[in-house]
């Protein structure tokens, strides 16, 4: 799978490639130092959107040397820009299903970055989150604030449980006196007339 | 006036001081690893302490428009502990490679033991090998002796003078650090450590040069405001504005910049910041015009 490594400019790509991908210590390292090596102007990932050049060569990195590490060391000591950067990469890497721990996981973060790199722009929840997490997924943006937009095939998604939710949502803020966000109408359920 | 506090442990304070901080007008901060006002027992608190560093505090800190970075390290205190010792010092390779990692430190003595010039040493080697600078305490007891021990460890090391900055200094041990190529920190503390008139008549005495203030706030009883505060105490003591910069933004940006992972023009472009405001009823400036972005 070479959708990263074509995506980067020449140079990045090269620095890519010349990491060696069964050699642990430096792939953790590379992994690591990326931005410092490749910067992070904005990159197009065909069909995924613009990314970091750190982001996708990180990402590029994972495909290479998923033999030597795995995406859930490289989350658990990454600081919050490498943990997005394996979010981003997770339905683009092998079997992506056996991530799942993983990806629920994140969506636990405080970090707002992180929990965006999972929940948004991403198709790893639409087409492996069980409904349970998909829904908390999707109160937990709208609680903070993110668009409803950004998560990918949220209509496709849309269940009974996730109206009864938002409107329970609606209602606390209501309640609260605190305005509802104008966009969790879309998940609640219409109301026959 | 830009500020920087480049030694501060914001996990133990709350969002009000980062909020009176960035209205201060501090716009980056560095937190170095040290202990957590009682031991540690295991290494994975370490693990995890390190990351919250790296990760949580970073975000947090964003917040409120300041940049967040740290130190990693074995602090002096836990270099005792053999329980953790060699086990936080396994762990480091995997995290001083890391953007948001300007140094390794806190080290240096505590109690000047055998088991801590060890760990000092050789996290001076991890240091090299990661091309980073080093962050070292010194000693509350036998202050003295314990700062010229560790500059005799930095020299019997050959580690770059330049690349060491010494902290918490007072009139005694600011002319032995001045006198090798270091830099010189100074925790200015609510009680004890240095406070802002003896700062100032120090900077008035030695000049800017390589020289550093913080507040050192943790836990304990300190003020995150320390370092607008002193540099309203300088203003005040009729030191130029000029030095005033180069001593509470410019020399933390030269000495922890050494490492390319702080990008100055990216402190400049970050948040949004008022120099109008006020704090404690003073403002920063002294009949200067505010800037503002």
Same mark, same amino acid.
């Given at each position: 799978?070479?959708?990263?490594?074509?995506?980067?400019?020449?140079?990045?790509?090269?620095?890519?490639?010349?990491?060696?991908?069964?050699?642990?210590?430096?792939?953790?390292?590379?992994?690591?130092?990326?931005?410092?090596?490749?910067?992070?102007?904005?990159?197009?990932?065909?069909?995924?959107?613009?990314?970091?050049?750190?982001?996708?060569?990180?990402?590029?990195?994972?495909?290479?040397?998923?033999?030597?590490?795995?995406?859930?060391?490289?989350?658990?000591?990454?600081?919050?820009?490498?943990?997005?950067?394996?979010?981003?990469?997770?339905?683009?890497?092998?079997?992506?299903?056996?991530?799942?721990?993983?990806?629920?996981?994140?969506?636990?973060?405080?970090?707002?970055?992180?929990?965006?790199?999972?929940?948004?722009?991403?198709?790893?929840?639409?087409?492996?989150?069980?409904?349970?997490?998909?829904?908390?997924?999707?109160?937990?943006?709208?609680?903070?604030?993110?668009?409803?937009?950004?998560?990918?095939?949220?209509?496709?998604?849309?269940?009974?449980?996730?109206?009864?939710?938002?409107?329970?949502?609606?209602?606390?803020?209501?309640?609260?006196?605190?305005?509802?966000?104008?966009?969790?109408?879309?998940?609640?359920?219409?109301?026959?007339? | 006036?830009?500020?920087?506090?480049?030694?501060?442990?914001?996990?133990?304070?709350?969002?009000?001081?980062?909020?009176?901080?960035?209205?201060?007008?501090?716009?980056?901060?560095?937190?170095?690893?040290?202990?957590?006002?009682?031991?540690?027992? *295991?290494?994975?608190?370490?693990?995890?302490?390190?990351?919250?560093?790296?990760?949580?505090?970073?975000?947090?800190?964003?917040?409120?428009?300041?940049?967040?970075?740290?130190?990693?390290?074995?602090?002096?205190?836990?270099?005792?502990?053999?329980?953790?010792?060699?086990?936080?010092?396994?762990?480091?390779?995997?995290?001083?490679? *890391?953007?948001?990692?300007?140094?390794?430190?806190?080290?240096?003595?505590?109690?000047?033991?055998?088991?801590?010039?060890?760990?000092?040493?050789?996290?001076?080697?991890?240091?090299?090998?990661?091309?980073?600078?080093?962050?070292?305490?010194?000693?509350?007891?036998?202050?003295?002796?314990?700062?010229?021990?560790?500059?005799?460890?930095? *020299?019997?090391?050959?580690?770059?003078?330049?690349?060491?900055?010494?902290?918490?200094?007072?009139?005694?041990?600011?002319?032995?650090?001045?006198?090798?190529?270091?830099?010189?920190?100074?925790?200015?503390?609510?009680?004890?450590?240095?406070?802002?008139?003896?700062?100032?008549?120090?900077?008035?005495?030695?000049?800017?040069?390589?020289?550093?203030?913080?507040?050192?706030?943790?836990?304990?009883?300190?003020?995150?405001?320390?370092?607008?505060?002193?540099?309203?105490?300088?203003?005040?003591?009729?030191?130029?504005?000029?030095?005033?910069?180069?001593?509470?933004?410019?020399?933390?940006?030269?000495?922890?910049?050494?490492?390319?992972?702080?990008?100055?023009?990216?402190?400049?472009?970050?948040?949004?910041?008022?120099?109008?405001?006020?704090?404690?009823?003073?403002?920063?400036?002294?009949?200067?015009?505010?800037?503002?972005?």
């Amino acid at each position: 799978m070479t959708v990263f490594l074509d995506a980067l400019p020449a140079t990045a790509n090269e620095w890519v490639v010349s990491v060696a991908a069964d050699d642990r210590l430096a792939l953790l390292a590379a992994f690591s130092g990326a931005a410092r090596a490749v910067g992070k102007e904005p990159c197009v990932v065909p069909g995924r959107g613009t990314w970091g050049t750190d982001e996708v060569a990180r990402a590029a990195l994972l495909v290479r040397g998923a033999a030597s590490v795995s995406p859930e060391e490289l989350y658990d000591r990454g600081d919050n820009r490498e943990r997005q950067a394996v979010l981003k990469a997770l339905p683009l890497l092998a079997d992506p299903e056996r991530f799942l721990p993983l990806a629920i996981e994140a969506c636990r973060t405080n970090v707002l970055t992180i929990f965006e790199a999972i929940a948004c722009e991403n198709t790893y929840p639409e087409r492996f989150f069980p409904e349970l997490n998909f829904n908390q997924m999707v109160l937990k943006a709208s609680f903070n604030g993110v668009a409803l937009a950004r998560i990918v095939g949220l209509a496709a998604r849309k269940n009974d449980e996730l109206a009864r939710m938002a409107a329970d949502f609606a209602a606390e803020r209501r309640a609260a006196g605190r305005p509802v966000p104008a966009d969790l109408s879309g998940i609640m359920k219409e109301v026959a007339s | 006036m830009k500020l920087f506090d480049p030694h501060i442990h914001m996990t133990s304070r709350t969002t009000d001081d980062y909020e009176a901080m960035a209205k201060a007008g501090i716009r980056a901060i560095i937190e170095p690893a040290f202990w957590l006002g009682q031991p540690r027992t *295991k290494v994975g608190t370490f693990e995890d302490y390190f990351q919250a560093l790296l990760g949580w505090e970073r975000f947090r800190a964003s917040q409120f428009g300041i940049t967040h970075f740290c130190t990693i390290g074995l602090n002096p205190k836990e270099a005792n502990n053999p329980n953790v010792a060699q086990g936080v010092l396994d762990l480091m390779p995997h995290y001083l490679g *890391k953007d948001g990692v300007v140094a390794v430190g806190e080290i240096g003595f505590d109690d000047q033991t055998p088991a801590e010039e060890k760990f000092f040493a050789a996290q001076l080697e991890l240091a090299k090998k990661f091309d980073l600078p080093v962050l070292i305490h010194t000693p509350h007891r036998d202050k003295k002796r314990g700062t010229e021990r560790s500059l005799a460890v930095v *020299k019997e090391q050959r580690f770059a003078e330049e690349r060491v900055l010494i902290d918490h200094n007072n009139e005694e041990t600011l002319p032995l650090v001045l006198a090798t190529g270091c830099w010189a920190g100074h925790s200015i503390y609510p009680n004890t450590k240095m406070d802002e008139p003896r700062m100032a008549a120090l900077v008035k005495k030695y000049g800017p040069s390589r020289i550093i203030v913080n507040s050192a706030a943790d836990w304990g009883v300190s003020d995150p405001l320390k370092v607008p505060k002193t540099a309203i105490a300088m203003k005040d003591a009729g030191i130029v504005a000029a030095d005033i910069e180069t001593i509470v933004w410019k020399n933390p940006i030269a000495f922890f910049g050494q490492t390319g992972r702080i990008v100055a023009a990216d402190l400049a472009s970050n948040a949004s910041y008022d120099q109008a405001e006020l704090f404690e009823g003073n403002s920063v400036l002294r009949g200067q015009t505010p800037a503002r972005t």
